[in-house]
């Protein structure tokens, strides 16, 4: 078997200057496909077991890429944290599509340093909030040529509740509690003001019912976060589709952070092999 090769490195976001920290491991020594995974609301790349995730898929012979969102409230410093709540607050679905294409932007202009990456196979993964975003980033960007969805949101308008807005705008400030980090998280009216100016480009029914490409579309019956009506209602829009309804899963297929095991979880283990699977054939 070949060495587990990894590197981290920093990219700059379009809003604000923030940085974006960036890691890939692979297994290979020829071109090979890259996927790309895009964590979710009050997520981070190296949240439970996605380090497991990333290993596994390298040793399945693909390049794995793991990347902070620019404004998820983590930093390069602390990267497991939520150190910068301001970073958090100011964050929008825009933004969030910016920092993937700088992400993709930089693999391709810096193709000399990641002779493995095979970049006419770039396929993107997200989870939860993330699989909306990758949804969106899919029609936008044709470079992408395969996509997975794990316990996608399928519209973003729940997150804005809009029949608060008024009392959000007045506020100025929303606070969203974290059981796990026990910390108040700011989100400025700002995210429904970029969500009210930018609906088309943020619809995900609409970028869904345009896909060109193959699509995986992976559920937890028992998602307790995103119902299950989710991942069916992406299926009715995208009728070539696959869909898997994992029986029993959660939202985190099993996973849960700090993870501290050295296998993943069962559930977990179902959807990272039938989404490399996927990407194979």
Known sequence: MQQLHSTEFILTSLHHQRPM??????????????????????????????????????????????????????TP???????????????NFCIELDDIQVLIDYLFDHAEQFPTFDLDKI???GHS??????????REDSRIRKVATWASISTVEHIIKTDELAGWKEKG?????????KQNMPLYYQLAENFLANRE???IENAVRALE?????????????????????????????????VTGAGHTFGAYHPYDQPQLPA????VVDKTLSFFKT
């Open 173 to 181: 400030v929303y606070y969203i509690y974290n059981g796990r980090t």
């Open 129 to 138: 909030r993330g699989g909306g975003l990758v949804l969106l980033k899919a």
């Open 21 to 74: 920290l960036v890691d890939a491991c692979w297994q290979v020594d020829a071109p090979a496909p890259v996927v790309i995974f895009v964590h979710g609301f009050k997520g981070f790349k190296d949240w439970g077991a996605w380090q497991l995730v990333a290993e596994q898929c390298a040793a399945q012979e693909v390049n794995f890429v793991k990347v902070n969102l620019s404004h998820n409230g983590t």
């Open 213 to 245: 490409i193959p699509y995986l579309i992976v559920h937890g019956t028992a998602d307790e976060s995103v119902r299950i009506d989710s991942a069916r209602q992406l299926k009715d829009w995208a009728s070539g589709a696959r869909l898997l309804e």
């Open 267 to 270: 559930h977990l283990q179902v």
């Open 77 to 91: 410093e602390q990267p497991l944290d939520f150190a910068d709540l301001e970073a958090f607050g100011n964050n």
């Open 123 to 125: 396929y993107l993964i």
């Open 201 to 203: 480009r943020l619809s």
